[in-house]
C-alpha cells in the first residue's frame, strides 16, 4: 500500500504557474500508473493527467492539453503536475492518485490510492 502526499498549491494570478509535487511511501511507486485529478466547489471530480509506470506514455484532459506537464522521478518517488497559463477556472483542489493496473486512465474509480488534496487558487 502506497501513502501520497501533495504539495506545491498556493495562490497565482491568471498566466502564472506553479509545480506540483506528490510524495509517495510505503510502496513500490515505480509499479504505479499514477493520475492528477481536481475538484473545485460544488463540481465533479475531474481528470487532469496520467503517466504510465515506465513514463512510456502520459494523457491529458481536454481543458488542460498544452498548458499542463505531468511527470516523475521513479528514483524519488515523486510525481510532478508543471502547470503553466493558469486561468481562474483551474482553481480547485488537486489529487494525485495511483493505480496498481497501468492503465492510464481518466476515471477515477480505477485509481486505488489517493493522496488528501492540495489547494490551488487562480485569481483574476
Same mark, same amino acid.
Given at each position: ?8 498549491? &498556493? /495562490?497565482?494570478?491568471?498566466g502564472?504557474? /506553479? ?6 511511501? &510505503?510502496?513500490?511507486? *515505480?509499479? %504505479? ?5 481536481? #475538484?473545485?466547489?460544488?463540481?465533479? *471530480? ?9 513514463i512510456? *506514455?502520459?494523457? %491529458? ?5 498544452g ?7 521513479n ?5 510532478? /503536475? #508543471? ?12 489529487y494525485?492518485?495511483?493505480? *496498481?493496473?497501468?492503465l492510464?486512465?481518466?476515471?477515477? %474509480?480505477?485509481?486505488? %490510492?489517493?493522496?488528501? &488534496?492540495? #489547494? ?5
Open positions: 500500500q502506497v501513502q501520497l502526499v501533495e504539495s506545491g498549491g &498556493g /495562490l497565482v494570478q491568471a502564472g504557474s /506553479l509545480r506540483l509535487s506528490c510524495a509517495a511511501s &510505503g510502496g513500490t511507486f *515505480r509499479i %504505479y500508473a499514477m493520475g492528477w485529478f481536481r #475538484q473545485a466547489p460544488g463540481k465533479e *471530480r475531474e481528470f487532469v493527467a496520467a503517466i504510465t509506470r515506465g512510456e *506514455r502520459a494523457y %491529458y484532459g481536454d481543458s488542460v492539453k498548458r499542463f506537464t505531468i511527470s516523475r522521478d528514483a524519488k518517488n515523486t510525481l510532478y /503536475l #508543471q502547470m503553466n497559463s493558469l486561468k481562474p477556472d483551474d482553481t480547485a483542489v488537486y494525485c492518485a495511483a493505480d *496498481r493496473e497501468n492510464l486512465s481518466g476515471s477515477a %474509480y480505477l485509481y486505488d %490510492y489517493w493522496g488528501q &488534496g492540495t #489547494q490551488v487558487t487562480v485569481s483574476s
